[in-house]
Protein backbone atom coordinates (compact mmCIF):
# COMPACT_ATOMS: atom_id res chain seq x y z
CA UNK A 1 0.00 0.00 0.00
CA UNK A 2 1.24 3.14 -1.11
CA UNK A 3 0.11 6.93 -1.25
CA UNK A 4 1.28 10.25 -2.46
CA UNK A 5 -0.12 13.42 -2.29
CA UNK A 6 0.89 16.20 -4.17
CA UNK A 7 0.40 19.76 -4.90
CA UNK A 8 1.34 21.62 -2.43
CA UNK A 9 2.44 25.07 -2.15
CA UNK A 10 2.63 29.15 -1.25
CA UNK A 11 -0.28 30.41 -1.61
CA UNK A 12 -1.90 33.90 -0.66
CA UNK A 13 -5.42 34.13 1.50
CA UNK A 14 -7.99 33.66 -0.97
CA UNK A 15 -6.48 31.69 -3.13
CA UNK A 16 -7.00 28.52 -4.02
CA UNK A 17 -5.30 24.74 -4.51
CA UNK A 18 -5.53 21.24 -5.37
CA UNK A 19 -4.33 18.51 -3.73
CA UNK A 20 -3.32 14.79 -4.99
CA UNK A 21 -3.17 11.84 -3.84
CA UNK A 22 -2.08 8.57 -5.58
CA UNK A 23 -3.05 5.83 -4.63
CA UNK A 24 -1.05 2.10 -4.94
CA UNK A 25 -1.46 -1.06 -4.54
CA UNK A 26 -5.47 -0.86 -3.60
CA UNK A 27 -8.20 1.02 -4.88
CA UNK A 28 -9.96 3.91 -3.36
CA UNK A 29 -12.84 2.24 -4.76
CA UNK A 30 -12.22 -0.20 -1.72
CA UNK A 31 -11.19 1.43 1.21
CA UNK A 32 -11.63 5.32 2.10
CA UNK A 33 -9.45 8.12 1.57
CA UNK A 34 -8.42 10.64 4.44
CA UNK A 35 -6.68 14.08 4.13
CA UNK A 36 -5.35 14.87 7.40
CA UNK A 37 -3.31 17.91 7.92
CA UNK A 38 -1.03 18.68 10.68
CA UNK A 39 0.42 22.42 11.47
CA UNK A 40 3.47 23.12 13.08
CA UNK A 41 3.48 22.32 17.10
CA UNK A 42 -0.24 21.57 16.43
CA UNK A 43 -1.82 17.71 16.76
CA UNK A 44 -2.82 16.21 13.27
CA UNK A 45 -6.64 17.12 12.14
CA UNK A 46 -8.51 15.20 9.92
CA UNK A 47 -9.81 17.15 7.43
CA UNK A 48 -12.04 15.08 4.86
CA UNK A 49 -12.61 11.81 4.10
CA UNK A 50 -14.63 9.77 0.97
CA UNK A 51 -16.26 6.72 1.34
CA UNK A 52 -15.46 3.41 -0.58
CA UNK A 53 -18.28 2.41 -1.33
CA UNK A 54 -20.92 5.05 -2.02
CA UNK A 55 -18.36 8.02 -2.33
CA UNK A 56 -20.37 9.47 0.28
CA UNK A 57 -17.83 12.92 2.03
CA UNK A 58 -17.33 13.98 4.82
CA UNK A 59 -15.35 17.22 6.38
CA UNK A 60 -14.11 19.03 9.31
CA UNK A 61 -16.65 21.91 10.36
CA UNK A 62 -13.28 23.96 9.71
CA UNK A 63 -12.74 23.63 6.48
CA UNK A 64 -16.37 22.65 5.38
CA UNK A 65 -18.03 24.87 2.48
CA UNK A 66 -14.10 25.58 1.51
CA UNK A 67 -12.94 21.77 0.70
CA UNK A 68 -13.71 19.41 -1.63
CA UNK A 69 -12.54 15.99 -1.89
CA UNK A 70 -13.19 13.71 -5.18
CA UNK A 71 -11.93 10.73 -6.88
CA UNK A 72 -10.24 11.71 -10.18
CA UNK A 73 -10.74 9.96 -13.54
CA UNK A 74 -7.79 7.78 -12.96
CA UNK A 75 -9.22 5.28 -11.13
CA UNK A 76 -6.72 5.34 -7.95
CA UNK A 77 -6.64 9.25 -7.67
CA UNK A 78 -8.18 11.45 -5.10
CA UNK A 79 -8.30 14.89 -5.21
CA UNK A 80 -8.85 17.52 -2.13
CA UNK A 81 -9.68 21.18 -3.90
CA UNK A 82 -9.16 23.54 -1.64
CA UNK A 83 -10.71 26.89 -1.93
CA UNK A 84 -10.60 30.67 -0.24
CA UNK A 85 -7.90 29.05 1.89
CA UNK A 86 -6.92 30.92 5.27
CA UNK A 87 -3.58 31.14 7.00
CA UNK A 88 -4.52 28.70 9.31
CA UNK A 89 -4.78 26.36 6.55
CA UNK A 90 -1.11 26.24 6.47
CA UNK A 91 0.32 22.44 7.40
CA UNK A 92 1.59 19.36 6.04
CA UNK A 93 -1.08 17.37 4.08
CA UNK A 94 -1.18 13.97 3.91
CA UNK A 95 -3.56 11.19 2.24
CA UNK A 96 -4.19 8.31 3.73
CA UNK A 97 -6.24 5.11 4.25
CA UNK A 98 -7.22 2.47 6.86
CA UNK A 99 -9.04 -1.04 5.48
CA UNK A 100 -10.74 -1.02 8.89
CA UNK A 101 -11.78 2.24 9.79
CA UNK A 102 -14.74 3.83 7.80
CA UNK A 103 -15.00 7.28 6.19
CA UNK A 104 -17.36 9.08 8.52
CA UNK A 105 -17.97 12.36 10.60
CA UNK A 106 -16.50 10.95 13.48
CA UNK A 107 -13.68 9.14 12.18
CA UNK A 108 -11.88 12.44 11.18
CA UNK A 109 -11.39 12.02 14.61
CA UNK A 110 -9.42 8.82 14.61
CA UNK A 111 -6.44 9.68 12.98
CA UNK A 112 -4.43 7.60 15.44
CA UNK A 113 -6.23 4.38 13.95
CA UNK A 114 -5.02 4.84 10.34
CA UNK A 115 -2.39 2.64 9.44
CA UNK A 116 -1.42 3.79 6.19
CA UNK A 117 -0.03 7.78 5.03
CA UNK A 118 1.91 9.08 2.23
CA UNK A 119 4.26 11.72 2.57
CA UNK A 120 2.84 14.96 3.20
CA UNK A 121 2.95 17.90 1.09
CA UNK A 122 3.59 21.33 2.62
CA UNK A 123 0.45 23.85 2.14
CA UNK A 124 1.59 27.60 2.83
CA UNK A 125 -0.97 30.32 3.30
CA UNK A 126 0.48 33.34 3.88
CA UNK A 127 0.64 37.13 2.30
Known amino acids: VQLQASGGGLVQPGESLRLSCAAS????????IFWVRQAPGKEREGVSC????????YYADSVKGRFTISRGTAKNTVYLQMNNLKPEDTAVYYC?????????????????????WGQGTLVTVSS
Open 25 to 32: GFSPYHYP
Open 50 to 57: ISSNDGST
Open 96 to 116: ATDFETPCKTETLGWTHRIDY
